[in-house]
C-alpha cells in the first residue's frame, strides 16, 4: 500500500477551541484534495485501469489527520521500485512515468512478454527491475513546508475568527 498521512501536531488545548479546530479541519480538507490530485496526476496518461486514490479525513479528540493512498498493486510496484522485472518490452519502449515526476506520458512501446512462468519457458531471464518513482517522497520534499504554513495560517483564522 501506498499512502501518505499528514496530522496536525497542536497542543491538545489550542484544539479544544472550536474555531481554530473548525479551521484547522476545513484547511486540512483543502490540502487532502491537493495531494489527491498530485497522486493523480502521476496516471493521468495510463491507459486501461488507473489506480483509485482514496482520501480519508479522521477528526479524533486530539488530532486531525487527513490521508491520501492507494492499493493499487501495479501503482506500488512503480512507486516503491522492483529489483526485477517479469516482463520483456520491445527495443525502443519509453515508460509513461518517470521518476519524482508527477506527470505521465503517452507510453512507447509494448510489453512483448509478461509473467515469470512465460519468460521463463521462453528461457529469457528477469529483466532488470522497476526504477522507483517515489511520489510520495517528492510530493513531501514539495509540499511540506506549504502544508505547514497553510496550517499555521488556519490556526491563526481561527484565532482571528476569520
Known sequence: MIKMTAHSNLPVVLLRFRAI?????????????????????????????????VREFENTSNAIIGRVYTQDKIYRFLHDGTATRWALMNKGYISETTPRLFSSRKKVGEVVVRTRGKMMAMGIPAQKGIEAREWTQEIIKRYEKKFHKAMTLAVLKGIGGN
Do not use: A, V
Not at 480538507?29 to 497522486?39: A, T, V
Open 21 to 53: 479546530r473548525e479551521s484547522i479541519e476545513r484547511e486540512m480538507l483543502i490540502q487532502i484534495d491537493l495531494f489527491h490530485s498530485l497522486y493523480k496526476t502521476t496516471t493521468d496518461n495510463w491507459e486501461g485501469t488507473k489506480p483509485k486514490f
